[in-house]
């Protein structure tokens, strides 16, 4: 079965410094990884996935199949960042996504 | 993107009676659908997963028959909450899946109260 570690209940980061929120999942084949994202009041969306390599609002992300890790990454946090963060595995195709039990990030002015 | 909207978005409801929530795909069409329960300050918990048309599948430890859910067009699924107690109250997020991309797009949650 697979299972999506979020070590970190709660991070609060200083306006700009850097951020890690840190996912660890396990899986015996080759998981799609993705990070969602939670703002106060409003429902969840896709911040990225591992798959399309892109930055999104700063954001990154890389798996790490060694160390089965997909950690998110910005250089610089910005107050608007303070959100529920949650990483996500998911087997492949149109199947249903495990999530992690989230990061609330906090970003201190 | 696509959206996803849930109705209603919030409900009470008196313990033993039911009460239906419906989720709506309203610019694609979501040929399955996922139902989540939230629980305060915890991740969401998958409940069951359907696909149109078909009997919805659910995950271990929730009682088919408490939670019927009914995916009866591409664009619309009900969660029935049947006989309801207060420790069914709850956040229940439905998602809906496109099928060109299988990217899951989430509703915004309905927050059901059982007294």
């Known amino acids: 079965a697979q299972r999506v570690t979020q070590p970190e209940k709660l991070l609060s980061v200083f306006k700009g410094a850097p951020v890690e929120l840190k996912c660890n999942y396990s899986?015996?084949?080759?998981?799609?990884l993705f990070w969602y994202v939670q703002y106060s009041r409003q429902r969840l969306q896709l911040l990225l996935r591992h798959i399309s390599r892109e930055s999104i609002k700063g954001f990154t992300a890389d798996l790490n199949k060694g160390e089965t890790s997909f950690h998110l990454k910005k250089p610089f946090a910005q107050e608007e960042d303070s959100a529920m963060y949650y990483c996500a595995l998911r087997r492949g195709g149109n199947e249903k996504l495990t999530f992690g039990t989230g990061t609330r990030l906090t970003i201190i002015p | 993107g696509a959206v996803v909207s849930q109705h209603p978005s919030r409900v009470i409801c008196k313990s033993g009676t039911s009460v239906k929530i419906e989720c709506r795909s309203l610019?694609?069409?979501?040929?399955?659908m996922f139902w989540y329960r939230q629980f305060p300050k915890q991740s969401l918990m998958l409940m069951a997963t359907?696909?149109?048309?078909?009997?919805?599948?659910?995950e271990q430890g929730v009682e088919k028959d408490k939670f019927l859910i009914n995916h009866a067009s591409l664009t619309l699924s009900t969660l029935t909450v049947t006989s309801a107690h207060p420790e069914d109250s709850s956040f229940y997020i439905c998602?809906?899946?496109?099928?060109?991309?299988?990217?899951?797009?989430f509703g915004p949650g309905t927050r059901l109260t059982v007294t």
């Open positions: 610019d694609f069409q979501a040929t399955t």
């Open positions: 359907s696909n149109e048309g078909s009997k919805a599948t659910y």
């Open positions: 899986y015996s084949g080759s998981p799609e």
């Open positions: 998602s809906g899946s496109s099928p060109y991309s299988y990217e899951q797009y």
